[in-house]
């Protein structure tokens, strides 16, 4: 005699609740959903771009960036992390990458002991050199297909638009803290 049972229990699970659709976007708001698209799709063209352009120099972009945001003088992680807009954690991986390389050095901060700054090496300025030495064509090629009044237009339109997207973040951390 089996002790299992002849048939299965029927268990009723409880489906969530359906979710309203939601209301629909202002015009304002698929504009602003239509850049943000576009946007990201640029975002990852010009990192494949970086990279080809890097190549060259044994770099990527990621490492590239943080090279630059050292040319002109020392800068903390968490300093290089704010110019580029990125998690502090992932560009101090990148330091330390380059630092491995012998393409930067940590040197102390005399404003703050923890926080120590990253400061090119010559082989750092050497291959940053050579990513530049690519990239001026590259630019300036691009930049005559699309005109510089309309690039110094884009970039002012560019910067309103990431000025209301950091006040809308702050506020919803703002609001998030009240909750």
């Not at 049972?5 to 309203?20: F, G, L, S, T, Y």
């Not at 698209?37 to 990192?47: D, E, I, K, Q, Y």
């Not at 771009?49 to 990527?60: N, S, V, Y």
């Not at 050292?70 to 101090?92: C, F, N, Y």
Request: aromatic fraction near 4%.
């Amino acid at each position: 005699m089996s002790t299992v049972p002849d048939r299965q229990h029927a268990v009723k699970i409880d489906a969530p609740d359906p979710v309203p659709d939601p209301a629909p976007r202002t015009p304002a708001g698929d504009a602003f959903s239509g850049l943000v698209v576009r946007v990201f799709r640029l975002s990852g063209t010009l990192a494949d771009e970086g990279d080809a352009l890097a190549r060259p120099a044994g770099q990527t972009t990621a490492r590239w960036q943080v090279l630059a945001a050292t040319e002109d003088a020392p800068r903390s992680v968490a300093d290089i992390a704010r110019a580029l807009g990125l998690a502090r954690q992932s560009v101090q991986r990148v330091a330390d990458a380059l630092e491995s390389g012998g393409f930067v050095r940590y040197e102390d901060n005399p404003r703050h002991r923890r926080a120590r700054h990253v400061v090119l090496t010559e082989a750092g300025r050497d291959a940053l050199r050579r990513i530049q030495a690519q990239q001026r064509p590259w630019a300036d090629a691009i930049g005559g297909r699309v005109g510089s009044r309309d690039l110094e237009r884009l970039n002012a339109l560019l910067d309103r638009v990431a000025r209301a997207v950091d006040a809308a973040a702050a506020a919803r951390v703002r609001d998030a803290g009240r909750a």
